[in-house]
């Protein structure tokens, strides 16, 4: 079983103490967003958790507790997020540079397989514009060639809470011919520093066949099976997640987070944080929601990737 720790909230952020008392008692429940009577045990126990896949946008909160982490024999992958917004977009996530060089650290521990860069959505606006992303890109690239081999992006979707914030920080939707020029020049970018950059359940539509001669501009799975199983050295049967959006390449996972339990606040995230204050890390705050049969659902029903 590969366990999403977590599309919802942020817990290596956030709640990181509470999944080590978890991990302790050896499972936790998830509870069902949109039928709160529904309950699930999940184990946490090794054998059952295959691997534990974290989604953050700061891991510094964690990195102390790693080693009681790693006493418990469950192997991890991290998602882990840096974007070059300001405090307009992500009011509560503060010091980038720190940020980055959490994850320098981090691979330079663990390795770059366990490591992948999500550069997250891409958010188009008058502040934020093309080439205002292609030169932050071309940055962190730079910063994160050998400490990774693979970004993950996507474009923003206006989802229902969000869109009046977004249009009023001047949210653009372009074409998908300049949505899709942009990505293969952010692939060019990531290529040259050894990075294979993939869309997570985009929908943009690929250009023709060896379109700039570009790779990795194409559709690619977040928790990655593949990958998984370079992790494990063993086969781990990977089922693509039926319970994710249509384009989503995901493979099968148990979401442990639940909505409105994060500080970072990011005005276009569909998980009802922003303007509320940052969670602690209190037993009765405790992460809760969601089940194998919807582990990346907003509760307007719409499947969602991670942080």
Known sequence: MIVSASRRTDIPAFHFPWLLERLHEG???????F????KRRVSLRPGDADIIVFW?????????????????????????????????????VRDKEEILHSFLRLSDRFGPDRMVWRFDPIVLSRRYPADFHLSAFRRLAKSLEGRTDRCITSFVHPYRRVRRALEDLGLQAPPPETRRDLLDRLAGEAAGRGILLTTCADGTPPGPAGAAGLPGAGPGACIDGERIRRILGRDLRTPRDPHQRPDCLCARSVDIGAYSTCG??????????????????????????????????????TPQPGP
Do not use: W
């Open 27 to 33: 499972f936790t429940e998830t509870v069902n967003p």
């Open 264 to 301: 970072h606040r990011c005005v276009y995230c569909y998980a009802g944080s922003a303007g509320a204050p940052p969670p602690g890390n209190r037993r009765s705050d405790a992460p809760r929601g969601g089940t194998d049969g919807d582990s990346g659902r907003h509760p307007d029903g």
């Open 35 to 38: 039928n709160p009577r529904m």
């Open 56 to 92: 953050t946008k700061d891991a510094r909160p964690m990195e102390a507790l790693l080693p009681r982490f790693q006493a418990f024999g469950i192997p991890f992958l991290l998602l882990y997020t840096i974007t070059p917004y300001g405090e307009d977009l992500e009011p509560g």
